[in-house]
């Protein structure tokens, strides 16, 4: 059971990007592939209206085959706002943000990253609310929290129907802190054919969240999948703060439904986010998409007390 299973129903449902990579180079050993995305959306944010990018990008992933049992792999992404011109002459920047960037190695131990990636503590629990195109998805770790630059990992492969993780990511001296590790882990675990589970602990270490008061993050997470449909909850906690969150995603043959519920309580008060989205594939490449999002809480993690709409335009290759 590797990593990716614990959601693979959702990702195989929603599309993942590099599905359809192209291979622009290849030996007897190495492999380079190409992929990207151009995804635009007219998004009315509580009634300003706007024409946007919504993750526009470009990548490339390169794998190598050392022996028969050790294989070497890298990563590079590059995101764009392709929603207008972009010209280094004018002062902007073609590509805004480097996401994905790293090289490791993999065999029948399990897996070793090195670089700039989603924590291991979202790709194991909290990746199953992330079902929406814009608008909706909230977390206490959402990918990027302490993670995502100067970070190392290690996974185990499959042991049986369980699989664990952990990383470390490394935090420099300053006039203010000293160095520092924030650690993460999980663990995965297979019940049966349909269900999986899984548990994560991010330290979330102040040195990581620039000097501010900090508390752990613990998660959990269900998944269950039968046929075309995909039901995932996750619990989350942080000091006085509570995440209870669900969602689901249904494929009908020419694309998919999909949603979810968030609630938030700080042991004051709670709030609430839902969302709720279509889309129509037109092809494994090209689909549309239609969102709603809706938040009654002023949390800065959530939607705020506030309604999104969202139609869009994906391309896939």
């Not at 190695?105 to 979202?122: A, C, P, Q």
């Not at 190392?152 to 203010?176: N, R, V």
């Not at 239609?290 to 009654?296: C, R, T």
Request: hydrophobic letters at 40%.
């Amino acid at each position: 059971m590797k990593k990716t299973l614990i959601a693979a129903a959702v990702i195989t449902t929603l599309g993942a990007t590099s599905a359809q990579a192209a291979t622009i180079a290849e030996t007897d050993s190495t492999k380079v592939d190409m992929y990207g995305r151009i995804n635009l959306m007219l998004q009315s944010d509580d009634g300003t209206n706007g024409i946007e990018d919504n993750g526009s990008r470009i990548g490339f992933k390169a794998s190598d085959q050392i022996s028969e049992d050790l294989e070497a792999f890298a990563r590079a992404e590059f995101r764009f706002n392709g929603d207008e011109r972009q010209r280094p002459s004018k002062g902007n920047d073609v590509f805004d943000d480097l996401r994905n960037t790293y090289a490791g190695f993999e065999g029948s131990f399990g897996k070793v990253t090195v670089g700039n990636f989603d924590s291991i503590y979202y790709q194991a629990t909290s990746s199953v609310l992330d079902v929406m195109e814009n608008a909706g998805y909230r977390a206490f770790n959402s990918g990027s929290t302490n993670a995502r630059g100067d970070t190392l990992a290690f996974e185990t492969a499959d042991l049986g129907g369980m699989q664990f993780g952990l990383s470390a990511k490394h935090a420099p001296e300053t006039a203010t802190a000293d160095e520092a590790w924030g650690l993460q882990a999980y663990g995965q675990f297979s019940a049966g054919e349909n269900l999986s589970l899984a548990l994560a602990f991010d330290q979330n270490i102040e040195e990581l969240d620039g000097g501010a008061d900090s508390d752990p993050i613990i998660g959990a997470q269900a998944t269950y999948s039968m046929d075309a449909l995909t039901a995932s909850a996750l619990v989350e906690s942080s000091g006085d703060y509570l995440h209870l969150g669900a969602s689901a995603a249904y494929g009908y043959g020419m694309g998919d439904i999909y949603g979810l519920v968030s609630m938030v309580d700080d042991s004051n008060e709670s709030g609430m986010d839902l969302a709720l989205g279509a889309n129509y594939k037109f092809s494994s490449s090209l689909r549309t998409y239609a969102e709603f999002a809706m938040g009654n809480d002023k949390e800065a993690m959530s939607l705020g007390d506030k309604s999104i709409t969202t139609v869009g335009l994906r391309y896939d290759w």
